[in-house]
């Protein structure tokens, strides 16, 4: 009889131990039903009870059983990228790319030129304003 009693203290000292852990590591975010706080408490003061709620109640819905795990059991998001018929392609080829890289070129000799000839406006204006010493 003291046999069965002291691996069942083991046991409930086991299960919640892995309780406390696991209710520590999760992300409150993910808490279900309570705030992370009041599930510490439930399991660090109602040992058997508090961890048996955790597990039913309080962990996240789908949960790995190790408590590190930072990922949840669930499907995995997937970029159109992974998807086995998708080309890579966007569209532009190097043909295009190269016209649009000159495109692009031109953009910016005519911005260069515009903000050359601004200048020399500004200051024939400025030489305009200053009056004679001779």
Request: hydrophobic share 45%; with cysteine; charged share 25%.
């Amino acid at each position: 009889m003291l046999v069965f009693g002291g691996f069942a203290t083991l046991l409930v000292l086991a299960v919640w131990l892995w309780a406390l852990f696991d209710c520590i590591s999760t992300d409150a975010s993910l808490c279900r039903n309570l705030p992370k706080g009041m599930w510490l408490i439930l399991v660090l003061f109602l040992p058997l009870i508090g961890s048996i709620a955790w597990m039913i109640l309080g962990r996240p819905e789908r949960a790995r059983l190790h408590p590190d795990n930072k990922t949840y059991a669930g499907p995995a998001p997937h970029g159109i990228e992974d998807h086995p018929r998708h080309s890579g392609s966007s569209g532009v080829s190097d043909r295009r790319s190269a016209e649009l890289d000159e495109q692009l070129a031109q953009w910016e000799r005519e911005e260069a030129e515009k903000r050359a000839l601004e200048a020399r406006e500004r200051d024939i204006a400025a030489r305009e304003r200053l009056p004679d010493d001779g």
